[in-house]
């Protein structure tokens, strides 16, 4: 199982991010820019994509508009994985996706090609990126991360 390598009982150490290390900070934007394109495409083919610690989806909300009325709209959101949220005892709205929704994987070589980047690089970068949000986790610091 792919996402049990982001539940960390010690801290992350700098040997296990080489990537992270050899690519500029500006690199590593490209990279995630690329994924945020590659999601993007798939929400609008109503496909989630699940990367590891949780599937980014556009799900089926209620937003209340005025007076007690209330208009279904369809969010994208970033939801993280059950196992993760119980393994670091995290609070979070149950939110489901719909059966009818397909989940799939990123495309590292889709990615790449479009980033010019190795494919190697942009899985590498990514799993590391996400090994770093998982260590943040472990020792309960604030993330951020901005997707457009």
């Known amino acids: 199982e792919k996402m049990q390598k982001y539940l960390l009982y010690s801290a992350v150490e700098p040997e296990e991010l080489p990537t992270l290390r050899e690519l500029s900070t500006m690199e590593i934007c490209k990279v995630w820019s690329g994924m945020s394109r590659y999601i993007y495409r798939h929400f609008l083919q109503k496909t989630a994509v699940e990367i590891g610690v949780g599937t980014f989806a556009v799900v089926p909300v209620h937003a209340s508009v005025e007076k007690g009325k ?9 939801i993280l994985s059950k196992p993760l949220k119980m393994f670091y005892n995290l609070e979070s709205d149950e939110i489901k996706i719909p059966d009818e929704i397909p ?33 943040a986790l472990r020792d309960n610091k604030e993330v951020e991360f901005s997707f457009r």
């Open 103 to 135: 989940v799939v994987q990123p495309d590292f070589e889709e990615i790449a090609a479009e980033t010019h980047f190795r494919h190697e690089i942009v899985e590498q970068c990514v799993q590391e990126t996400l090994l770093c949000f998982a260590g």
């Open 70 to 78: 209330v208009l279904p709209v369809e969010r994208p959101m970033f």
